[in-house]
């Protein structure tokens, strides 16, 4: 339990550096920024009850948008992320299972639904993200490419770093 | 009531969901208005320290590009020194200028933390309220126009940059003193071009032109560099040109900038601000 813990906070700041010291100044003009800071909510254990796992959300988004000076809508997308986080597990993972696989990672959930379970979660993520930023939708094309170019840069360096800590079932 | 309770619980996570998002949205609601929440930003004293050390070591990648402008500027500096003039008159004579007041000082500052890459871009510099930095000051660059003083707190302050939807600056048409407002961000996010707005169909603006501020507002003195005319034309029946400009200020590579203090600036403004009697 305390290990859980601790790894969860090693990684929440971990990710808030990288996304704050490193992915800011990298982008192609304005049409891909990363997000890789997401990956700390989407790797929360299952058990996290809801409660927590939106405050913790918030609180994500919130320390992002001080370093961004843009207060709010980070943690507006991070919200949405974790709402859509609840209801997809709902949908897919087997209440029983929960107890042996502790955590939605890569090497446990095998690929497919990994890969589906990043895409969603991007994609809503960044949908808000950006149309906040805009906050208008007379430029909704542009919006568009940008919350796809966005995401795809997005969902490679999550899928990059999980095979980096890629680990097999411990069964 | 436990039915009710029932219910709440069941659908816990909505409600969480409903909670939270609205905080978020009040949060940059209120933070977009005129006064802006300026606690949670990046002249807070934690964020801005944390900038400076990462800024600290990242500037001797730059070190030699900004020892080449600075010793540009030198130069440039060099040659408006009254020792560069040939003077023809054999007599030297004292003179007491007092004709000549000084309304511009300049405060150095470094850019501990920048963006190109937003749709609203902002610079925090190390200088602040102790300094003597206001809000609204104008910032310029060795090269040119940055933007304008956003937020200032004791020890840094945001800078609201030239590559921010919200910003206009006057500039004008060096060559034939045609004036409009600069702007950026509208169908153009490119960090190196901004967009020059009402000038008149029939001002002649050729390719190459110099774009200069044009000293009507109290923020930048007359004739600082802006940029050079890169495309010109017509937008649909408009009567305004649609320029564009090449930027001179390379803002990804920005690392000291001066800002403008305006001695008269007071004066000005409560000189415009009389209304005509009537």
Known sequence: MIRIIINNLIRFVVLVFIQVFLLKNIGYYNLATPFLYILFVLLLPFETPNILLFVLSFLLGLTIDTFYDTLGINAAATCVLAFVRIIFINLTVQRQGLETEPEPKLGIMGFRWFFFYTLILTLFHHLTLFLLETFTFSDIKYTLIRVVLSSIFTIVLVLLSEFIFFRKKER | ?278
Not at chain 2, 6 to 32: M, T
Not at chain 2, 65 to 78: G, M, Y
Not at chain 2, 258 to 277: C, H
Request: with cysteine.
């Open chain 2, 1 to 278: 009531m436990r039915n009710l309770w029932l219910f709440l619980s069941k659908y816990n996570a909505f409600f969480f969901f409903i909670i939270f998002f609205s905080i978020s949205i009040v949060l940059f609601v209120r933070n977009n208005s005129f006064q802006r929440a300026s606690v949670l930003n990046s002249s807070n004293q934690i964020v801005g320290k944390a900038y400076e050390t990462t800024n600290y070591l990242k500037s001797y990648l730059n070190l030699a590009v900004v020892n080449d402008s600075l010793a540009a500027e030198n130069a440039r500096l060099r040659g408006e020194m009254k020792s560069a003039f040939y003077s023809d008159s054999i007599v030297k004579r004292e003179i007491v200028d007092t004709i000549q007041h000084q309304q511009y000082s300049y405060i150095v500052g470094e850019v501990v933390n920048n963006s190109i890459h937003h749709k609203d871009n902002t610079i925090t510099i190390n200088r602040g309220r102790k300094h003597g930095i206001k809000k609204g000051m104008g910032v310029i660059s060795p090269t040119g126009v940055v933007g304008l003083v956003l937020n200032v707190s004791d020890n840094y302050s945001t800078v609201q940059s030239l590559l921010h939807s919200d910003t206009r600056i006057s500039a004008c048409i060096k060559e034939n003193n045609a004036f409009g407002s600069l702007t950026w961000g509208e169908e153009n996010y490119d960090p190196m071009v901004a967009l020059l707005k009402d000038i008149p169909n029939h001002v002649k603006v050729t390719k190459g032109q110099h774009i200069i501020t044009s000293g009507y507002s109290t923020r930048f003195p007359k004739g600082i560099a802006i940029g050079r005319v890169r495309r010109t034309g017509v937008k649909g029946g408009e009567s305004f040109l649609n320029i564009e400009v090449q930027l001179s200020t390379d803002f990804s590579t920005l690392q000291y900038v001066y800002v403008v203090n305006n001695l008269l600036a007071a004066e000005q403004e409560q000189v415009e601000a009389i209304q005509p009697a009537k």
